[in-house]
Each structure stands twice: as C-alpha cells, then as structure tokens.
C-alpha cells in the first residue's frame, strides 16, 4: 500500500485567484492521477502526472486552468487558476503502485475547495 | 459517460441488516474494484474481482460479477452503523491502467 499525504485539507478561497493542491506519496510511484468530485458526484479523471513530462488532461481540462507539476517520483501539485464558484468540489490525488499491484488505487483524504 | 453506474443511489438500512449495491457497466474490462469513501474524504481499496472470477469474499463483503450482464454486485453483511458511507465502482475498460468510477451508492446504517 502506499501512504498519501495531500494538502491543503480544505480552503475557501475568493473568485479569481489560484490555489495550488500538494500530494506526497512515501514512496516512489510512477502513476499519479489528480480527480475532481463535485458536491454528491463521482470522480472525474482531471490528468494523469508523468514524472519527466506533460501531464496528460482528460477530455474537458486544460492545462491552463489545471496546471500540473510533477518534479520526481513521489510529489505533484494540482494549481486550480483563476477560480470561479464552480470549481467549488473535492480535488484528490491518487497512485498506482505498478504492475504487479494491477490498477489498485490509493488515494489522498482530498481537498475540499470552497469558491466564493 | 460513465462507465459504471451504479443503483440504488442512497440506501438507509438498519444495523444488522445487510446491504446490497450493484453496479453495471458498458465495455469488457480486465477486472472491478469497489472503493469505500467516507464523508467526502479519500476513497478506500475494498476489493478487486477479475473478469474471470464470479464471486469473492473479504470479511463481510462479498463481490459478484457477471460479465455476461456487465454487472457487478457488493454485498455487505450484518452492516454497522460505522459502514455508512458512499461507495463507489470502478473498472478498467480504458487503457493506461486509468480507472472510471460509477456513480456511486451512499449508505446509511443506522444504529
């Protein structure tokens, strides 16, 4: 299993700045995605961090808004830019461990994001 | 669209009693998980059936799958009041070990 440490719980912020969303795993993965839950929704694939490279965005996201930042094997950050209240959702970050741990998903407690 | 969706959406049982939530599903996948979300919180591993399996167990819970109908069930017996929660599907019909999520069911035990 792996262990996710993700940041900030939650935030309220105000329409029009940005928030950067941090997620730290204890040890090195090579698959990270980032996902949006609207209020009483499911999970939305936003991206998937590559370490070395481009995230790859999922139908409807852009990097623009959703820029993403992968440094190494064990931390990415999500910024959610120029905010309006309809990205007021949870944000949460997951691993795959690889292989041999098929696509078993770990995830961080999410970040609750409040846009006034 | 999804690829799982899931019925019922909420679900109010009394403790004790057991909880059955399905879940069905589009394309052929390699395999089903069900994940566990407390309160808005990160999602939990529960489970994972592969395409070739038709039933498996983990303590109280108990998978089906048949991919004949594309459907999936879980169930969770003698619930307690600690199983409320929302759960959710998800399969692996896409490439790049990427997941997609069902709606899911919210459940409610009460004590």
């Known amino acids: 299993s792996a262990v996710i440490s993700q940041k900030p719980s939650r935030d309220i912020c105000q329409r029009g700045t940005s928030l950067t969303i941090q997620c730290q795993v204890d040890?090195?993965?090579?698959?990270m995605f980032w996902y949006r839950q609207q209020p009483g929704q499911s999970l939305t694939l936003i991206a998937t961090a590559n370490q070395g490279s481009e995230a790859t965005y999922e139908s409807g996201f852009v990097i623009d808004k959703f820029p993403i930042s992968r440094p190494n094997l064990t931390f990415s950050t999500l910024t959610v830019s120029n905010m309006s209240p309809e990205d007021s959702s949870i944000y949460l970050c997951?691993?795959?461990?690889?292989?041999?741990?098929?696509?078993?998903?770990?995830f961080g407690a999410g970040t609750r994001l409040s846009v006034l | 669209s999804q690829q799982g969706e899931e019925d019922p959406q909420a679900l109010s049982i009394q403790e004790g009693e057991n909880a059955t939530m399905n879940c069905s599903y589009k394309t052929s996948i390699n395999n089903l998980q069900w994940y566990r979300q407390n309160s808005g919180r990160g999602l939990v591993h529960l489970i994972l059936i592969r395409s070739n399996e038709r039933e498996k167990h983990s303590g109280r819970l108990r998978v089906t799958l048949d991919t004949s109908k594309k459907s999936s069930s879980l169930l969770i017996t003698a619930s307690r009041a600690a199983d409320t929660a929302s759960y959710f599907c998800?399969?692996?019909?896409?490439?790049?070990?990427?997941?997609?999520f069902g709606g899911g069911t919210r459940l409610m035990v009460k004590p």
């Open positions: 998800a399969t692996d019909a896409r490439a790049g070990n990427m997941l997609t």
């Open positions: 040890s090195q993965v090579t698959m």
């Open positions: 997951s691993v795959q461990l690889g292989k041999l741990a098929k696509n078993i998903q770990y």
